[in-house]
């Protein structure tokens, strides 16, 4: 479902602007996650399309196009990738692509990525749990770094791996922190959101939450293994063909469908 938002017209235009047409472009980052504070930048992420000449020629067209700036006082962050890139990492073990390419916070869209939507059911599989382990300890590391500890990491770590649980009981992909708590019901997530959401000075928290988040981290970890062990989902995506077939099509017609 396409979630309703005031899209501010500089991001419309940032996307516009994008040197390549593009398959889609989608919010991510904190304002998907749920929890922007009032100095937010905006994450766009998206896909974009080489012409053949960029592909087959000596001249290698950019796989990955990065810009960040200030625009009409918004901190804007573009990064999009090459379909080839894109839909190859759609095959991995990467749940960033996912949770951007189901985005509902949409900038632009076309038919390919309504495909791309359906296709990556089955490209999931049990093992994506490992992307969430893994950017869970980052975020965890990070947030025991800091004197004193900042809510924004230990948030990144809840939302972390509450998306890991969800998908691995549910094969679905779920971002938002304020939806996957409905269901976790964790008493302290809208405290610890309110806090960031406050500014700086609000989002700091004591030494003496340390313990408790420690053993919350270290549970929501165990319940995550335990999800993917028990999880129904297959080993091995099935989307290889389909994806192959897409790509195919796209890069001969060499525009955007819809």
């Not at 989608?26 to 592909?55: C, V």
């Not at 495909?115 to 990556?120: I, P, R, V």
């Not at 965890?140 to 924004?152: A, G, N, S, Y």
Request: charged letters at 25%.
């Amino acid at each position: 479902m396409t979630q309703t938002f005031t899209l501010p017209a500089e991001l419309e235009r940032q996307v516009a602007a994008h040197p390549y047409p593009l398959l889609f472009a989608t919010i991510s980052g904190a304002h998907l996650y749920g929890f922007p504070s009032p100095d937010s930048d905006f994450d766009l992420r998206g896909i974009h399309l080489l012409p053949l000449k960029d592909l087959v020629g000596l001249t290698v067209g950019e796989e990955t196009v990065e810009k960040s700036g200030i625009h009409n006082g918004l901190e804007i962050d573009l990064v999009t990738h090459d379909a080839g890139k894109f839909f190859g990492l759609m095959l991995k073990k990467n749940g960033y692509v996912l949770e951007q390419l189901l985005s509902p916070m949409i900038v632009s869209t076309t038919a390919e990525h309504d495909e791309l939507k359906t296709l990556s059911k089955d490209c999931i599989t049990k093992h994506h749990a490992h992307h969430y382990f893994g950017f869970a300890e980052t975020q965890w590391k990070l947030f025991q770094k800091e004197d004193p500890p900042h809510v924004k990491p230990l948030l990144y770590v809840y939302r972390v791996l509450l998306t890991g649980i969800h998908l691995m009981k549910t094969g679905l992909v779920e971002a938002n922190l304020v939806r996957l708590n409905e269901d976790a019901k964790l008493p302290y997530i809208h405290d610890l959101i309110a806090r960031k959401m406050g500014g700086p000075e609000l989002g700091r928290l004591d030494a003496a939450d340390l313990r408790f988040h420690q053993a919350e981290y270290e549970r929501l970890r165990l319940e995550l293994q335990s999800a993917y062990e028990q999880s129904k989902l297959p080993e091995v995506s099935s989307a290889t063909a389909r994806l192959n077939d897409l790509l195919v099509r796209i890069r001969l017609n060499g525009r955007r469908q819809g």
